[in-house]
């Protein structure tokens, strides 16, 4: 049974930092893709950044530069350092997992991933 679990969560200040981490288990080999979306109040849930198996990464255009997706792949960890955090980034961080590799990039979309977290909160103000 694959669990993920998120940690971080937290209130800060505009233009402070804060580190996300999501820990996969139930799951013994290196899982092919592992990200981060966020859903804002009242939006949808939307891709934040990605990492595959190999370390390749793809980010959304509104955290390039302030945000860092790393992995553990050892652990089946993922990770996402956010600097220069503004109040529009405030929303509920989901860790999210595509077991396998099929043939396709990794990608933003929700779809292409399996597993969820149960989110955690990130406020900046």
């Known amino acids: 049974h694959v669990q993920l679990v998120e940690s971080g969560g937290v209130s800060v200040q505009a233009g402070g930092s804060l580190g996300l981490s999501c820990a996969a288990s139930g799951y013994p080999y290196n899982t092919y893709c592992m990200a981060w979306f966020r859903r804002l109040t009242g939006k949808e849930r939307e891709g934040v950044a990605t990492?595959?198996?190999?370390?390749?990464?793809s980010y959304r255009d509104s955290v390039k530069g302030r945000f860092t997706i790393s992995r553990d792949s050892t652990n089946n960890a993922v990770y996402l350092q956010m600097d220069g955090l503004k109040p529009e980034d405030t929303a509920i961080y989901y860790c999210?997992?595509?077991?396998?590799?099929?043939?396709?990039?990794?990608?933003?979309?929700?779809?292409?991933?399996?597993?969820w977290g149960q989110g955690t909160q990130v406020t900046v103000s």
């Open positions: 999210a997992a595509r077991l396998t590799y099929d043939g396709g990039w990794c990608g933003l979309a929700g779809a292409r991933y399996n597993y």
């Open positions: 990492v595959d198996s190999d370390g390749g990464t």
